[in-house]
């Protein structure tokens, strides 16, 4: 399971409001980095994302302690168990790294009415750590459905809760929605904004069942293995 993905998304031609921007996805065991020759760009540039997925694992830890502590388990270290790629990078996990370039938009293309940077959505997985430069656009959605600036913290990140968990808890923690806006600045458009997001994901092996929690009063579903959710929703299956 060694694999990284570039995404290119269009710039231009396309009829309706597209994402415009490029990632690129470190998924699976990236122990193969470390063990490439260091002279190329893209292995510099691996390797350094690599460190900073590794750096993030500690943190990673200490969120899923805190949300089983939240959700008042028995077991404060509930989450933790079932995800082993913390201290194992070859345990499977559909656990993804992202770097993300949005590029600037170049003047002489007009921006279409309702063109995000990313439209609305929520994440797949279990949490998402996402780490964003200053230009700002990131929004959230609350409850009541009015959308909030998460502007960027200096030294801060910001932790959005995925479909995943959104299902595990039977819908008492809500996934996130979020989306990437293109500031209304006329000089913001004409720049580039770089971010990066963690999306973390328990062991493939772990099984979605009821959560030991007194908080939850109703589940609607028996039990699935986080890797069938994982596939489910990347082939688009919306009834998770
Ligand atoms: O770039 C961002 O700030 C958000 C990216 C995002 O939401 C995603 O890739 O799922
Ligand atoms: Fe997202």
New binding site residues.
Partial sequence: MNDRIYVDSPMVAEPKPFDFRE?FDFFGDTDFISQAPSNAIDVQFSKSMVELQDACHPLCMDLMKLLGMGLELDDEDYFVRRSKWLQDNKSPSYKTF?A?YYPAIPENIEIPVGQA??KE?S?HGFI?L?F?DDTGG?EVRDREGNWIAADPIHGSIVVNIGDLLEFWSGGYLRATK?R?LIPELEIQKRISRQ?I?YFLHPDSQTTLSPLPSKLIKKYHFSSILSGDFAEAKLAGVKSY
Avoid: C, G, I, K
Wanted: a positive charge.
């Fill in positions: 990632s992202r993300l940077r990313v959505h994440d998402t996402l964003q990131l979020h990437v971010s997001v």
